[in-house]
């Protein structure tokens, strides 16, 4: 294979093309001496395809790879990285975050774990501007980039549908062009939170309606499905599915899970019925995160006719007995009181097992009294291990956080560098090119972000970067204390500028706002 001047990739080609280098980079003619920003040399470079990695140098300049060498070939550079006996990564993509970076813009806990590109918006609930919100983001100094999917609770709530589970045509068309109007803005498409109000109350013929703009834009639906539960996850993802098909809208499972589902043949159904929806034509990809513990309020265990609209202390009054025993079954089903990790005060850090004993009263009746369902915030241990294994090394499968910088739950802090450490080095069930892909290349051809050059190495892409190594890396969040940044990652760069150094975070905030390619 001949060595090109540029080595003739476009960082534009969709990751389902066969890379053209792969393996030992031969040595040939140098390229024209050129003056580049930064070398990263020596470096054993992972491109974010699954392709096998490759030796050679890389070369930087305003922001973008401007050049890939082999190791023997050398431009002038300002300055040097020598990355011998590290990998070369591209940057991570988390599918599924949260947070607000008008508050916090540096995202220090993403970065320290890798990600390098959030997508913000999730569960259906966003920002209810795009266009101002990404103005806002582009006078900040952002740490990490961000790109945005608009939500569908939102788009229900701003056009005055509401709770309501019959709009009118009207207000139909009203959510369809406050949709549309998104996807002009930038947003990379339609998040859905069917488990949560407003979305709950939404049928299936409004969610394929919304599809619609989504797909005319070239977006994706990201959904949170109605429900996670082992009885009626089947049912939960054909509604997504039919609305992929109705539409012809890419979809994409949030945080894939079967809630206190068992073993690995459970999963295999799950991931049938996702394949079977492909030899239809339609795209379906999914992303989970590496904990058996998922973590949302309190109100996922109560009824929902003990939520708005109904009056919960109407329904305290009049039907408790039934409320007391729906708790008691459904936290049973759940792995017991002892699998509520609380994370709100007063209770943070403690069972629900544990505050039911202090209060000398059952836990069903500490959910009704101290609580109600919108008392609190848990993480929840409902997840088998080898059920959710199973997930993770499906080739659609890929990696988010669905974490923030200040949830109480490790994954926020953890979730990237713990594939690495326990998935590829302690358990050797992924290879380091199969879960840098499930990290980059995957997320970036899922959300359109490899239009915009990232979730790959390869000349023309933008230099958001990652040096290390893998042995040195590690998830260092626990669930007692989760907010403990991740370690091992040694450089970061975030569009060809130094975020992180050694290690240790830089004053260099270069992150910017990624819009749909065409917006």
Known sequence: MLWLKHIAISCLVTLTAKPLIYGAIPTAAPSDPMNYDLCVRHALVIDGTGSPGYRANLFIREGRIGDITAPEIVHNATRVIDADGMVVTPGFIDTHAHGNPIRTPFFGNFLAMGVTSLCLGQDGDSPTDPVSWFHSLENLSLGPNISLFIGHGTARNETGVGINPEPSSQQLKAMQQFVREAMKAGCLGLST?????????AKTNELVALAYPVAKADGVIMSHLRSEDDDAIERALAELLEQGLQSHCPVHVSHLKVTYGRGAGRAERVLQQMETARQKGLRVTADLYPYLASYTGISIIFPSWAKPPFDYAQVVRTR??????????RVLLRNGPQATLLATPPW?????????????????DVLIDEMGPSGAQAAYFVMDAPLQQRFLIDPHVMICSDGSPTMHHPRGHGAFARIIRKYVIEKQILSLEQAIHKMT??????TGLNQL??????????ADLLIFDPK???DNATFEQPHKPASGFTWVLVNGQIVIEHGLPTATRS???LKRSGS
């Open 511 to 513: 992150g910017t706002v």
């Open 453 to 462: 050059g990232r979730g790959r190495i390869a000349v023309g892409c933008a």
């Open 472 to 474: 040195q890396v590690k």
């Open 320 to 329: 408790r007995g039934e409320l007391a025993e729906y708790l008691r079954v």
């Open 441 to 446: 290349g995957l997320p970036a051809s899922t």
């Open 348 to 364: 943070t850090g403690k069972t629900l097992q544990r505050v039911a004993e202090q209060l000398e009263k059952p836990f069903e």
């Open 193 to 201: 939170g069917l488990e949560y109000q407003p979305g709950s109350f």
